[in-house]
Every structure is written in C-alpha cells, then in structure tokens.
C-alpha cells in the first residue's frame, strides 16, 4: 500500500505526511495500542457509527497516524548511524532493514511569488507499506486519534469508501522516537479542551434561522429530541421553575437528553404531540424539588430526568410518590450524577417486586386452611388467564422464616409495607388482623394514597350475624362475602384483576 501527500516538517519539528486515503484503507494498515490508549466506548462507537452514515453534513479532521521507521544496525550491509529521518530531511530516499516499509520524497517549486511559502520547496512523500505487514500483528500504522472512526469503518462495510483526511508522523525507532510517539498522544487527548455539550447545543438550538425546525427535526443530522428541547426551553428558566435551578444549569443539554430518554423508553412519540404534558410535568417535579432541601440543593440530572419521566408516564402517581419515597429514603439526592435510565430500571424492578406480592392476613389454622388454599386458587386463576400476565405471590406470614432475631411483629409490619396488595379475611374477628388491615391503612393516609390496597372477605355462616363479628370500623368499607367457597374464588379473582388493571384474554 501506498500512501501520499504533503510531507513537511510540522509544529515541534516532527516530520508529518498529510493527505487523503479511504477509511477502509487507513482501518486495513492501523491499530490501536491498548496498552495506554482506551477501549473502545460502546456509546460512542454507536454515535460515530450514526454521523458517518450522514454523509450529507459529514466532516471531521484528521486521523492522526504515527509510524516508526525501524532500523537494525547489526544487520549485514546496514549503514552505521544511519538516522531514518534526518535522511528523509534531506531529501534522501530511506528504506527498513527490518520490515521493508520505505519513504521517499519528489520537490516541487511552488508557483507564484504570492505563495505564502514561496521560497521553499513543495514535497510530495510517499509512504509505502509491504503488502505482507497487513497480515502482521501489530499492523504497521498506530492510531494516535481517529480510533473510533476507523474502527466504525472495520465494522461496517459501507463507511470503508470514505475518503478521510490524514496525518502520518514519521518517527525513528528509538527510545526518543517511541516516547515522542506516546507523549503526542497524550497532548493530543488530554490538552485540549472540547466545547462542551452546552456551548454545542447553543449553536445549535439557539440559531433558528441556520437551523429552523423541520432541520431539526431531521434523524440523520438531528433529531426530535433536538426539536423539542427548543421547544420545551422557555419551560424551565429559571423565572417559571426556580427550584429546578441549580440542575438545570445546562438547560440546552438537560433537555436534548431528557427528549432523548422519553423517545427511546416509548414515553413519548416523535412528535410534538405530548410536548405540553412535559412541560406540565416540569412544574410539578418543581414542586416537588421545592419541598426536599436535599433535592433542592442537588444537581443531579438523572435524577432530575427520572423524576420527569414518571411524572409522565404515570398519571395516578402509582410509581411517581413511591420512587419519591425510594429516593428520600435512600439519600440518592446525594448523587452527583447518575444514568436517568438505570434508576428508572433499579427502581421498577424493586417497586414491580413489591407491587406483586400479596400480603394474606387471616387466622391459620385447620379450620380455615380451605379458605387460604381458596385465595391461592384466586390468585393462580389471575396468573393463568390476565394479559399480561403478571406474577403475584401469597405470602403467608406463619410460613415465612426470618432465620434472625427479627420479631414476629416486626416481620409482619415489614411485609405489609413492601407488599403491593393485602387480602384480609375478617370471619373470626382475630385481633391480629384487624391490627394489619389498620396498619395498613394508616400507611396508605402518611403516604396520601387512597384506601384501595386491600380486599376484605368474610365467609357467612348460617345463623351466625357476621355484622357483629366484623369490628365496627370496618363495616362501611366494602367486603366480599361468600357462603361458598367457589363464590369466594371467583369474585376475589375478579377483585384481583381489577386491582391490577389487568385484562382477560
């Protein structure tokens, strides 16, 4: 292989080849050194991947390369001092005693007593690489910068015609050329300093004359998420949402990735369609940033963009003052940053585990035992014909071995807390469960839910007044009586379902 282009002495004194090749070719010739150069990021690869396939607005500088001209001084006929780059200074051609790869140069007068370098000489170098070091590992060629591009190009096919630019930095083979080598691409990803998201965006978001709407709402260049962040902008200054102030100090890219969250987790659709529902949901997480010190203080993005989300996607605060709770609880304000979609997904698997199980709190003993086995029937009749199906397990608390010095009180108290739906049953009057249905509802008023987490049974036996026996606090609430146990079985799996807002098949 071959490749050509200008060849100067650039910046510090380091001979440099500059030109254009495909990026197929450059991926083919080059490796990345994963001694000191990071891994491949899979994020960033996936977006690399989703600019080159624009290749309408689609530029990025050069890939930089460097090359060590190896040299073996105890070869026979090797010249002694030989130094590979200062002969190429000369404009002398040199060639590796040890690999084969070659450089040499062609002058050519520049034109023109305008020409900005019109005293010296234009060189053409070429660089040429045995067609055998492309089956070698390491490949020839080290990647200093444009790691993520080339690589894009060794996995698809259809990004290996693009033509890039390129710099080649000749090095010689010594100690001093090697540390040269790595101490460039230090500098080169450590010195400078991107514009960050927010400056980006701004030149984006902010100039709607260059980039009017339907330009953003373009998915090879932008995006919805762009579109409906310039949208949703003018929602969360400081002046209509001040509580939310310290953690949307980069509004611009707090709502690109807000957008970008709602979008994929299908909260959304790409459209403007629920944009008002968001904006809506703005002031009521406000609100609640407002009357948590620890939030208020915080700039959590995150947490911010969770928070948003299922305000969002639930309307009956089902999951929005739980995940609250979830968050108090466990200090989480206390983060500095964290993945919106990986608390959204720790959250729900914990909150969907609880919301599945049914606390039973009833008298065991031989005589009712028909009675729980009956509730068991009701909840597997659920599990075998709801869609979709959801996983809901009885727990039966006399059944449940602690195996450390917890209380049987304690126990049952825990249990009714992180259980999704109690099922009591009130035919023997037993203290205990009286206490657990009232512990239950005085969870239900601290946390500002409705009384509607438990299902009260009673069986009617013949001659019995079971009025009398129900305690007088829990009459007016609504129970399932039965005579038959049948009767119970199948009214409480229609109670079930309706809890669960669950379907029939």
Request: with cysteine.
């Amino acid at each position: 292989m071959i490749l050509r282009g200008l060849m100067d002495q650039s910046l510090g004194g380091f001979v440099c080849i500059r030109g254009y090749a495909p990026m197929g070719e450059l991926a083919r010739i080059s490796h990345a050194d994963l001694d000191y150069q990071r891994e491949l990021i899979k994020t960033h690869c996936e977006t690399v991947i989703r600019f080159l396939r624009n290749r309408r607005n689609l530029f990025f500088p050069e890939v930089i390369l460097s090359c060590l001209l190896s040299y073996d001084f105890d070869k026979r006929g090797a010249v002694s001092g030989l130094n590979a780059i200062a002969e190429i200074l000369k404009g002398k051609k040199f060639k590796s005693n040890v690999n084969g790869i070659s450089v040499s140069i062609r002058e050519m007068a520049y034109q023109g007593r305008d020409d900005v370098r019109a005293a010296s000489k234009l060189k053409l170098g070429s660089l040429v690489i045995p067609k055998k070091l492309e089956r070698l590992s390491p490949l020839p060629l080290f990647r200093i910068d444009g790691n993520h591009r080339l690589s894009a190009a060794d996995q698809e096919a259809e990004f290996r015609d693009i033509v890039a630019p390129f710099c080649v930095i000749l090095f010689g083979s010594g100690d001093e050329d090697r540390r040269n080598s790595k101490t460039i691409f230090h500098n080169i990803n450590s010195k400078t300093i991107p514009l960050t998201s927010e400056e980006n965006l701004r030149i984006i978001l902010d100039d709607t004359t260059l980039f009017p709407d339907e330009a953003l709402k373009e998915p090879t260049s932008f995006g919805w998420s762009f579109l409906l962040a310039r949208r949703a902008k003018p929602a969360i200054e400081t002046a209509a949402v001040p509580a939310l102030k310290d953690v949307l100090n980069h509004p611009r890219t707090a709502l690109v990735d807000l957008f970008k969250l709602l979008i994929e987790k299908k909260a959304i659709p790409k459209s403007a369609a629920r944009l008002p529902d968001v904006q809506a949901c703005f002031k009521k997480v406000e609100a609640i940033y407002a009357g948590d010190e620890d939030l208020g203080t915080k700039h959590c993005l995150g947490l911010f963009h969770a928070f948003v989300y299922f305000c969002l996607t639930d309307p009956k605060k089902k999951m929005l003052k739980p995940f609250r709770q979830w968050v108090s609880g466990n200090r989480l304000a206390a983060l500095k940053e964290t993945d919106a979609h990986a608390l959204i997904e720790i959250f729900e698997s914990i909150h969907t585990a609880k919301a599945r199980t049914v606390f039973v709190s009833m008298q065991f003993g031989d005589e009712t035992d028909d009675t729980y086995d009956t509730i068991k029937r009701a909840v597997n009749a659920v599990n075998a014909e709801a869609r979709p199906k959801i996983k809901i397990e009885p727990l039966r608390i006399d059944k449940v071995n602690k195996g450390h010095s917890y209380t049987i009180t304690d126990a049952i108290l825990t249990a009714i807390e992180e259980s999704g739906l109690l099922i009591a049953d009130l035919t023997h009057a037993n203290p205990n469960v009286y206490h657990e249905v009232g512990y239950m509802m005085g969870l239900n008023r601290g946390k500002g839910l409705k009384q509607e987490n438990f299902i009260l049974v009673a069986k009617e036996d013949a001659g019995s007044n079971l009025d009398k026996k129900v305690g007088f606090n829990l009459r007016g609430v609504s129970q399932i009586r039965f005579k038959k146990l049948s009767d119970l079985e199948t009214n409480l799996s229609k109670h079930i379902r309706k809890y669960y807002e669950l379907g029939d098949e």
